[in-house]
């Protein structure tokens, strides 16, 4: 097979419409493989994991286009027009709808006078302008966009607060307003409990799991994952919780966070503590945990160490019931998984010792390595706790190893991984080549904006890494959970048993797989 590389000089197109253009063409006679990227580092790297990667490549920039066609010679270069029609097709594309379309802000808030929220998608680094577009019209904002640089966020989200606006983001992938969802969410019903979340899949793991439970959302709030940092100081969580303090529709209120920083999580505290309604906290990050200074002694505020038992607590708690029912029914729980991962264990060699997650959602990944540190020891990871255990390769794993696929230096340029499961593929095949693995854990995340039918592409990606395996004489235990709920477009009972039938081992939750997961490879 030949390589064929072409790098397109300032050359943009969406992530979507690259993943598009990509699978067509690897559908064509002759063709191996091939991939269209923004130029980034990260994504070289991807395109050398791949075995895609040519010298053109190497000095495009995070301004170019690379294009990469593996197949027979006589394939490359009808691929290659063939690529080439579809990008110019799609850069000369104009949707048609009858309509005369409003090409900025201020013509599109004439032609829809009684709107009162924008959502904003473009490339990080125009993303600011737009927005200040939008909260100078008085419209609430939901930045969808990342890489938007930390001071532009800070001005933004204190000129929204001084004006009463909300500034969901940069980064905020997730909300629910009035009913309405909003970037990646899930179908949930109304009701009683207000979220405020600097964590998109921390949201929807809350949301699915009350959903499950019959109880309903009232408002949830995405701030953003850099809204708990010092330097944004919880600016437009503290804005929302008064928001929500204010409501007359909600009667509980869940604060969820990556790892914040201990100064504002003390400044959130407070702000609960001020308020008279009900609380859930669920932070992320052992300081947190462990700080003196946040030790909660308000009977009104329940900490939370998992997400799951967030959503129960709530759940507890909007219905007059006892607390202490929850912490019981949660030890249970292990109980039944500590009887489960020893059945797991027996498959397992001796040289099988390390555990491997690769995440769609960051407050699942953290949540995984906060839940695995306790049990088995440190955790590496493209986006650890703490920077000593920092990734030097984020394409190579690493002892016990927990990767956040969301991230930014992974997103540039390519669909996130709730929409397109082809990065996570990868890795998953290169993990069950690894004769130290164990254990992979994975999260799948359905709902509006994500993959149609994820079970269609890693079902059988699950049997081929089990197979590989296989194929090295050992077993691979592969573990996930799944966000969601049976009114979601990808239905969470279909779901489910597509992923039993590939052979994964499927848990209730996030926490109780990595739980799992943990403890399989403890003992």
């Not at 990509?22 to 002759?30: D, N, S, W």
């Not at 029609?85 to 006078?113: N, W």
């Not at 109880?215 to 995405?222: E, N, R």
């Not at 308000?298 to 909007?318: F, H, K, S, V, W």
Request: proline letters at 4%.
């Amino acid at each position: 097979m030949a390589i064929r590389c072409i790098v397109k000089v300032s050359h943009y197109f969406d992530s979507v419409t690259l993943m598009t253009v990509a699978r067509e063409i690897r559908g064509l006679p002759g063709v191996e493989d091939a991939a269209l990227l923004i130029g980034t580092e990260a994504n070289k790297g991807l395109l050398t994991q791949a075995n895609l990667f040519a010298p053109e490549a190497e000095e495009a920039t995070a301004n170019d286009l690379i294009l990469v066609i593996k197949g027979t010679e006589e394939s490359l270069d009808i691929a290659l027009n063939k690529a080439e029609k579809l990008l110019a097709t799609k850069a000369r594309q104009e949707i048609s709808s009858g309509e005369q379309r409003p090409r900025t802000v201020r013509s599109a808030v004439r032609f829809h006078p009684d709107a009162n929220l924008a959502v904003i998608s473009v490339p990080g680094q125009f993303a600011a302008a737009e927005a200040w577009a939008v909260l100078r019209q008085g419209l609430h904002v939901l930045l969808f966009s990342d890489n938007v640089p930390l001071a532009d966020e800070v001005a933004l989200k204190r000129y929204a607060v001084d004006h009463d606006l909300l500034m969901m983001g940069p980064g905020a992938g997730t909300a629910i307003i009035n009913g309405v969802a909003l970037g990646f969410a899930n179908a949930v019903p109304r009701g009683p409990m207000g979220i405020v979340s600097a964590a998109g899949t921390g949201l929807q793991e809350v949301s699915s799991l009350l959903a499950r439970q019959g109880v309903g959302i009232s408002q949830a709030i995405g701030v953003g994952g850099r809204d708990l940092s010092d330097e944004v100081g919880g600016m437009m969580m503290l804005h929302a919780l008064g928001a929500l303090q204010a409501d007359p529709e909600t009667e509980v209120i869940i604060a969820i966070s990556k790892q914040p920083s201990l100064i504002v999580a003390e400044k959130v505290l407070a702000k609960l503590k001020g308020g008279d309604k009900p609380a859930v906290i669920s932070f992320m990050g052992d300081d947190f945990v462990t700080s003196p200074s946040l030790q909660i002694d308000n009977g009104d505020i329940y900490p939370a160490y998992t997400l799951q038992e967030a959503a129960m607590a709530a759940a507890t708690l909007a219905g007059d019931g006892d607390l202490a029912t929850v912490k019981s029914h949660l030890e249970q729980k292990k109980l039944d998984l500590q009887n489960q991962a020893q059945d797991l264990r027996i498959v397992l060699k001796p040289e099988q010792k390390y555990l491997r997650g690769l995440f769609s959602g960051g407050t699942l990944c953290q949540e995984a390595m906060r839940i695995w540190g306790e049990q088995i020891g440190p955790i590496w990871s493209n986006r650890p706790f703490k920077p000593e255990y920092k990734l030097t390769d984020s394409n190579s794993s690493f002892e016990h190893c927990a990767m956040d696929l969301g991230d930014e230096e992974f997103t540039i340029g390519r669909p996130h991984p709730m929409i397109d499961n082809e990065l996570r593929i990868h890795r998953l095949l290169q993990e069950a080549r690894d004769s130290t693995v164990a254990a992979i854990q994975m999260d799948v995340v359905l709902g509006y904006g994500a993959h149609p039918d994820p079970a269609s592409e890693l079902g059988p990606a699950i049997e081929r890494a089990q197979q590989i395996a296989q194929e090295g004489k050992k077993e691979l235990i592969i573990l996930l959970s799944i966000t969601g709920t049976n009114a979601d477009l990808q239905n969470l009972s279909h779901q489910y048993s597509a992923f039993k039938r590939s052979g994964a081992v499927v848990l209730e939750s996030n926490a109780a797989a990595s739980y799992l997961a943990a403890m399989a490879v403890s003992y």
